[in-house]
T-cell receptor
Framework: EDQVTQSPEALRLQEGESSSLNCSYT??????LFWYRQDPGKGPEFLFT???AGEEKEKERLKATLTKKESFLHITAPKPEDSATYLC?????????????FGTGTKLQVIP | NAGVTQTPKFQVLKTGQSMTLQCAQD?????MSWYRQDPGMGLRLIHY???????DQGEVPNGYNVSRSTTEDFPLRLLSAAPSQTSVYFC?????????????FGSGTRLTVV
């Protein structure tokens, strides 16, 4: 069974204080690992897809990296508007469209 | 704006009542799904569709029905509401079977069953 564990559950940062969120996963064979951002009262918003170990993707202050067992979402010099819950999800090679397993998320709060 | 539209945003039901959560997308996506999100749990798949006329069960299908008569619409029906169905429901759609471009989610329906 595919599993996704995100840590920490919650993270509080001062504005400008860089940090990383962790997503550990177990999957029979990885087709893709996804990062989403979810604001309160809204649906998740797609950020990145990573496919293979060593791959990196960036968007503004966010950089996602992937190893064979985990992914990191690095947040550089965060701003208050980066406050949100960040979700990680994995899709296995042997699954169809629907076989995506989501983690429970990391709630990030950036304080001015 | 193009995207996934869910209605209603909020709903309170009494135990035993039925209702339909509406979901519509205007991106011509073939793939659509319904998820529920509960505190401390990841998004869990209820039902999904890979095209008009084709639906299948996800992880937690009991108590819910779906149909997909058009590409655009994918309603979720609660047959006889129970307090355990209190949750936030999200509809999602995707262009790609492999999710290369991720899912586009609606803004959710917060359902309370009393």
């Amino acid at each position: 069974e595919d599993q996704v564990t995100q840590s920490p559950e919650a993270l509080r940062l001062q504005e400008g204080e860089s940090s990383s969120l962790n997503c550990s996963y177990t999957v029979s064979g990885l087709r893709g690992l996804f990062w989403y951002r979810q604001d309160p009262g809204k649906g998740p918003e797609f950020l990145f897809t990573l496919y293979s170990a060593g791959e990196e993707k960036e968007k503004e202050r966010l950089k996602a990296t992937l190893t064979k067992k985990e992914s990191f979402l690095h947040i550089t010099a965060p701003k208050p508007e980066d406050s949100a819950t960040y979700l990680c999800a994995v899709q296995p090679n042997d699954g169809g469209y629907q076989k995506v397993t989501f983690g429970t998320g990391t709630k990030l709060q950036v304080i001015p | 704006n193009a995207g996934v539209t869910q209605t209603p945003k909020f709903q309170v039901l009494k135990t035993g009542q039925s209702m339909t959560l509406q979901c519509a997308q205007d991106m011509n996506h073939e793939y659509m799904s319904w998820y529920r999100q509960d505190p401390g749990m990841g998004l869990r798949l209820i039902h999904y569709s890979v095209g008009a006329g084709i639906t299948d069960q996800g992880e937690v299908p009991n108590g819910y029905n779906v149909s997909r008569s058009t590409t655009e619409d994918f309603p979720l029906r609660l047959l006889s509401a129970a307090p355990s169905q209190t949750s936030v429901y999200f509809c999602a759609s995707s262009y790609s079977r492999t999710g290369n471009y991720g899912y586009t989610f609606g803004s959710g329906t917060r359902l309370t069953v009393v």
